[in-house]
């Protein structure tokens, strides 16, 4: 018989096969190597977006993480409104469901315009009840923002999140000496 056969596996062979099989058991069991720290609320959530002209160039990206946000909050069985400082609902926030909020997402636009400082002003002093907030802005340093980081902490925890993509804008044009001057800005450098 020109053939033979060993009585057992070699060493080498056995130790590959178990690495396989650990590897295929390691991935199955979804392993996370950069986890997040979650922060979870167990009272009503609030989602407040500034809607600025600023969001308009990251929205599909803001609805996304609203969506996620909102998907979160109805595993926990948390109340949520959902409110733009754009178009404040004069009621204050109406908070409902995880999925009656989630109708109210497509309606939810940025405006090219900023927050109308004393509208803003008023729906803060009408805020009553305590709740959590995430706070998606867009980055713009404006002179009410302190007031409404102020009026929120006052009714819970206040998460903060801005897009890391500089804002640019530009400013009315000028005609000087002939030609006409548009001077750009951004918010970093």
């Known amino acids: 018989d020109d053939e033979t056969q060993t009585d057992r596996t070699p060493w080498w062979l056995l130790l590959i096969r178990l690495l396989a099989v650990a590897a295929v058991i390691i991935g199955f069991a979804g392993p996370v190597l950069n986890p997040e720290d979650e922060e979870r609320g167990t009272g009503p959530l609030l989602v407040l977006v500034d809607g600025t002209w600023a969001d308009a160039r990251d929205w599909e990206r803001r609805q996304d993480r609203i969506g996620a946000l ?19 609902p004069p009621e204050g926030p109406v908070f409902l469901s995880a999925d009656a909020a989630a109708t109210r997402l497509p309606g939810l636009q940025p405006r090219p315009y900023a927050p109308d400082p004393d509208a803003v002003t008023d729906w803060l002093q009408a805020l009553d009840g305590g709740f959590d907030t995430f706070w998606l802005s867009d980055g713009l340093a404006r002179d009410q923002r302190a007031l409404i980081l102020d009026a929120l902490e006052d009714r819970g925890t206040v998460r903060v999140f801005e897009s890391p993509r500089p804002v640019v804008g530009l400013r009315p044009p000028r005609f000087e000496d002939g030609a006409v001057q548009i001077t750009g800005l951004r918010a970093a450098s």
Request: avoid cysteine; aromatic fraction near 0%.
């Open 70 to 88: 909102l998907d979160e909050a109805a595993r926990t069985g948390r109340t949520v409104a959902l409110a733009s400082l754009t178009d404040l």
